[in-house]
């Protein structure tokens, strides 16, 4: 891993590098990432926005969005700006993801077509548990992968609130 690469969390700040970094690699997605989930994420909740820095420049991203009711993260986004590519940075930003999981699962989405996104993340220990058909507006199929992260299998609110007591 380049030492040079710093990962972290985002930060308010951020929101300007990010939506331009997302305009350049998910023009007309749907599910975009818009400046009001970014501040809420950037609160501390519902997911995780890692980002990785090479000096002072954003070099990429990482969107985790969770859902209360769900036993994994969705990886919803991940973006490494062109100038900072074959560096190692995607991989860096996903055991990112991994390794600060608040659940015990980590799922995606990613086109058929995608292959290096695929190798990267089956080298990451993710492996296809299915497929959703046309997913893409161009009418290209989904292949769905999920990978095991560190977090603890309990992570329920009433699982918490009994270890407390």
Not at 94 to 102: G, H, R
Not at 120 to 149: P, V, W
Request: hydrophobic residues 40%; neutral net charge; proline residues 5%.
């Amino acid at each position: 891993m380049d030492p040079s690469i710093r990962y972290g969390g985002a930060s308010f700040d951020d929101w300007p590098t990010i939506a331009a970094l997302q305009q350049m690699m998910f023009r007309d997605d749907p599910t975009a990432l818009l400046q009001e989930e970014f501040m809420f994420v950037c609160g501390g909740q519902g997911g995780q926005l890692h980002v990785a820095r090479c000096g002072d420049s954003l070099a990429g991203y990482l969107l985790s969005r969770q859902k209360s009711y769900l036993p994994w993260e969705t990886m919803a986004f991940l973006a490494v700006d062109p100038r900072f590519r074959r560096r190692g940075i995607a991989g860096g930003l996903v055991q990112k993801a991994l390794d600060d999981a608040q659940r015990p699962f980590m799922r995606l989405h990613v086109r058929p077509s995608n292959l290096a996104a695929l190798d990267l993340y089956e080298k990451a220990g993710f492996r296809q548990i299915g497929r959703r058909s046309n997913n893409h507006a161009d009418g290209e199929d989904s292949i769905i992968m999920m990978g095991r992260t560190g977090a603890s299998l309990t992570f329920w609110p009433s699982d918490q609130a009994t270890k407390t007591a």
